[in-house]
């Protein structure tokens, strides 16, 4: 009798669930053409869907029946079906995608052209990350002729070669693959790109001046090239909805100690992306802006396998997934190091939130004080960089242990960092947007 009752009660509040699905479903018909709001809409929904259940959620572990937890996944299923089919030609929001142009950025940047080509506004090179800005920004216009050789290619520019103070910069042998692509032939840029020679500082401040809606921003390398526009034109905060940035790590310790390259450096809490450019990074970290973080912490557990690659090369199909099947492939080999999914996690969850597990508000703030001892040789060769910094100043050496690293700080900004995600999940989006011999189009 009191199993009875218990299902009783469950399937009332099924069916309430159910008429919250059913409102719900008509608000994201009325707003089929605003896509930009759909995780929001979902995250109305599930609240709605938890609200309801509740009372079975708190019932005992014993009378709980196997299938009713499965309910509010299979709604959020539901409603992902229900959007694709009430909306087929729904335009996605714009994004402009700030990138290094490293290894994990071309599979990235492979990854969204495939989900949303057309959503693609601008493509921003840093040129002081992995790869130098000419080869980078060159090699961006052949991944996406690569990728839908009849698209039409969005503006790529060139951004500088120096971080805003400090000497910091990676390896050059990183830098070297970075420009090469690890050997890949790809399709020659597109001449348009080449010849328009665009800066990316002015190409992002000008794209956000044009927006008709603030835009969203994907950061998968330094963050020098929106420092500078938000310094120079701080009024354009306001045409940035949301920055989603693979970027430092919270908990855990950083990564610019590399075995064979790098061991020597003294810092063992910074992530590369915030350590290449401390200064810049503290500038869009204190901007208040929304930022949304994907750091270490998260990337951290999900490493590249064997068991992934060979799946990846199996299943999926097309010039663009030959290509990263074969990178995969390389950054298999021992001497190539431990390798996860950090930038196409970042990628993905920019376009599917609800995959990150555990999203916390923090207040944080990025280490970029000068050393004390200015003085002696950097850890990397000062003679590369030139004598002065973005202020005019001369360049400093920057905190040797700390520089670049995240610390809690509760006057600093808050941020929503992804401390975890749905590795399994991230990585079947990753295989799953390959499987077809064309990206999708709108």
């Not at 090369?313 to 010039?319: I, L, P, Y």
Request: overall charge positive.
């Amino acid at each position: 009798m009191l199993l009875d009752s218990h299902r009783s009660s469950t399937a009332i509040e099924a069916q309430l669930c159910m008429q919250n699905w059913q409102h719900m479903t008509v608000k994201i018909r009325q707003k089929s053409a605003m896509t930009n709001r759909i995780p929001t809409l979902i995250g109305q929904l599930a609240q709605a869907c938890r609200d309801a259940t509740m009372p079975f959620l708190n019932m005992p572990r014993a009378l709980k029946r196997p299938s009713s937890p499965a309910l509010l996944p299979m709604l959020l299923m539901s409603l992902a079906v229900n959007v694709s089919v009430a909306s087929p030609a729904a335009k996605a929001a714009p994004w402009i995608i700030d990138t290094d142009m490293g290894t994990d950025d071309w599979i990235a940047l492979l990854f969204f052209a495939r989900q949303q080509r057309e959503s693609i506004t601008a493509i921003t090179v840093s040129g002081n990350g992995l790869s130098h800005c000419q080869a980078g920004r060159d090699n961006a216009a052949s991944l996406l002729r690569l990728s839908d050789p009849n698209a039409p290619m969005p503006p790529i520019g060139c951004g500088s070669n120096q971080p805003l103070d400090g000497f910091a910069s990676y390896p050059q042998p990183w830098r070297r693959g970075s420009d090469q692509m690890m050997g890949q032939t790809l399709p020659a840029p597109a001449k348009a790109v080449v010849d328009a020679d665009l800066d990316s500082t002015a190409l992002l401040a000008l794209t956000l001046r044009q927006a008709k809606e603030p835009m969203r921003i994907l950061t998968i390398g330094t963050m020098s090239n929106l420092a500078s526009v938000l310094t120079a034109e701080p009024a354009l905060k306001s045409k940035i909805f949301e920055v989603v940035s693979m970027a430092g790590a919270v908990d855990v310790p950083g990564n610019v100690r590399v075995h064979g390259f790098t061991e020597g450096n003294p810092n063992g809490k910074a992530e590369w992306n915030l350590y290449i450019d401390p200064v810049a990074a503290q500038i869009v970290f204190s901007a208040g802006l929304p930022i949304r973080l994907v750091p270490l912490d998260a990337t951290n557990k999900v490493p590249l396998t064997r068991a992934f690659v060979d799946r990846f090369h199996r299943e999926t199909v097309g010039a663009d997934a030959n290509v990263v099947s074969n990178w995969f492939a390389q950054l298999l080999k021992p001497e190539m190091g431990e390798y996860f999914h950090w930038d196409p996690m970042a990628a993905v969850l920019a376009l599917r939130p609800e995959l990150c597990q555990r999203l916390e508000r923090r207040n944080l703030r990025v280490m970029a004080s000068a050393d004390p001892d200015q003085r002696s040789q950097p850890f990397e060769a000062a003679s590369k960089q030139p004598v002065l910094n973005w202020q005019g100043q001369p360049r400093r050496i920057l905190d040797r242990k700390a520089a670049g690293a995240l610390i809690n700080d509760s006057r600093s900004h808050p941020v929503q960092a992804c401390l975890k995600a749905d590795g399994a999940a991230v990585e079947e989006t990753l295989i799953q947007a390959f499987t077809s011999k064309t990206p999708a189009r709108p």
